[in-house]
């Protein structure tokens, strides 16, 4: 029996179960007297299995991930920019990192001198964003460069932060719900 389909059944069925303690009927009857699912263990994957994305996927995505915009106020004014999806995306299928890690990463994880074991820089992937808690160099593709070049461009701040800020509060990293906003969008742009 596969674990996910099980943790998200027994997940809902908690959901449900609280949301009825809560809820009173037409006579002011709760639904439920007590919650059944506490001391109910939720069974937790260490290494869960997660979905791969077809080269022609990556390659659709690719074509349209510039026309996603994002939303800054800045002054009390909006104006709308090109988001960070390609340099998140690029990142994340050239390293094979998880988004959340991208988005937490933050400039002075850069090494960014050419060296000439590291010809386009590396990243150091902290152990705080890592699932295994450890702490990664990683040498750079010109591919991984560019894109981290072109977020250092929008990030439009100098010295240490975020490399993917807040369209909203800058001090913080973009959040992953945000970048699945706009990969959802550039999938339906892509009409995947």
Not at 25 to 44: A, Q
Not at 98 to 126: M, N, Q, Y
Request: proline share 8%; glycine share 4%; aromatic share 8%.
């Amino acid at each position: 029996m596969r674990e996910r389909p099980v943790q998200k059944s027994l997940a809902f069925l908690r959901a449900v179960c609280r949301w009825a303690t809560n809820f009173r009927d037409e006579k002011g009857r709760l639904l439920l007297e007590s919650d059944p699912t506490p001391g109910f263990d939720i069974p937790e994957e260490k290494n869960p299995k997660r979905p791969v994305a077809t080269h022609d996927r990556v390659e659709a995505i690719r074509e349209v991930y510039r026309k996603v915009t994002m939303r800054i106020e800045r002054g009390g004014k909006r104006d709308y920019t090109e988001s960070y999806l390609p340099e998140i995306f690029e990142i994340v299928v050239a390293t094979g990192r998880r988004i959340r890690s991208v988005c937490s990463l933050r400039s002075e994880d850069l090494e960014l001198d050419r060296k000439e074991k590291t010809p386009w820089g590396a990243i150091v992937w902290p152990e705080d964003t890592d699932k295994m808690g450890k702490r990664w160099r990683c040498p750079i593709s010109s591919r991984v460069r560019e894109a981290v070049d072109a977020a250092v461009r929008k990030r439009r701040h100098v010295g240490p932060g975020p490399l993917f800020p807040s369209p909203e509060d800058p001090k913080n990293p973009v959040s992953i719900y945000q970048v699945s906003k706009w990969l959802r969008e550039a999938e339906k742009k892509a009409k995947l």
